[in-house]
């Protein structure tokens, strides 16, 4: 299983990097989890412009979610159309809520693309992967996911604050992409956001492989949310998400 940082910036695209899109790989399938506003065009520098198989939303904030939107374009329009329909496992309401976002009812639906799943916690199948949906703590509906096969898993916080439901979510995993959106600081918001810290202390109660701090905000110093990581407790390798950055789980 093959792990690819598309985008891990928090809440707008940064200079270096696009919005949340994580591309997993095994057997030739190709699943992200999260589409944020940009990861279309950096999708491209990894795989084929029409080579996604499933796509898993965590929540339908835009920088998780926007970019849908220009690869319902792609799938609807292109030279070799129509496409099969892509499966998206996604929160209540995600059809009406991102038809309204592309803004042209008088054009073909998201639905001519794409085949909207509503999300619920529990275990599917998506391709060869068993994917474990969790709610965590965020403003709107929302879900930590866990994508396993062939003995390796990789677990995407998602947005959130301070879960237990992440803990489980990620207990054993190889890697665990986890947000860390805030400097860590005396009274920060709950069921918002994490800081490096938390997100440190979350890994290590799950006991995982190697923590990645994704969901990184411009406008913050990432040296300081590695320095807040390091005085989380946790004792395996921690990294700053990159653009580009490639886990194999082999």
């Known amino acids: ?34 589409f944020g506003h940009g990861a279309l ?5 990894h795989i084929g412009l029409y080579d996604v198989d499933a796509i898993c939303l965590t929540h339908l904030h835009a920088d998780h979610c926007l970019d849908l939107c220009a690869y319902h374009v792609v799938r609807t329009y292109g030279p070799d159309a129509p496409y099969a329909r892509v499966p998206v496992h ?45 709610q965590v703590n965020h403003p709107v509906e929302a879900y930590g996911f866990r994508v396993a096969h062939g003995g390796r898993s990789v677990t995407y916080s998602g ?9 489980k979510l990620a207990a054993g995993a190889d890697l665990l992409l986890c947000e860390s959106s805030f400097l860590d600081k005396p009274d920060l918001p709950t069921d918002l956001h994490m800081s490096g810290r938390q997100a440190a202390e979350h ?48």
């Open 1 to 34: 299983m093959k792990v690819t940082i598309v985008g891990c910036s928090g809440s707008f695209p940064g200079p270096d990097s696009p919005s949340s899109c994580y591309l997993v790989e095994a057997e030739g399938f190709r699943l992200l989890l999260d």
């Open 41 to 45: 065009g950096a999708l491209q520098r």
């Open 90 to 134: 996604a929160p209540a309401d995600a059809a009406r809520r991102l038809s309204a976002a592309y803004g042209m009812p008088e054009e073909p639906s998201l639905d001519t693309a794409f085949d909207f799943v509503r999300l619920a916690p529990g275990n599917f199948e998506v391709g060869p992967f068993t994917v474990t949906a969790g």
């Open 159 to 167: 947005d959130t604050g301070e879960c237990s439901e992440l803990v």
């Open 203 to 250: 890994a290590a109660k799950a006991g995982v492989g190697r923590l990645v701090l994704t969901h990184l905000v411009p406008w913050h110093d990432q040296t300081k949310i590695m320095d807040d990581a390091c005085r989380g407790g946790f004792d395996g390798p921690i990294d700053l998400a990159r653009s580009g950055a490639v886990y194999d789980l082999a």
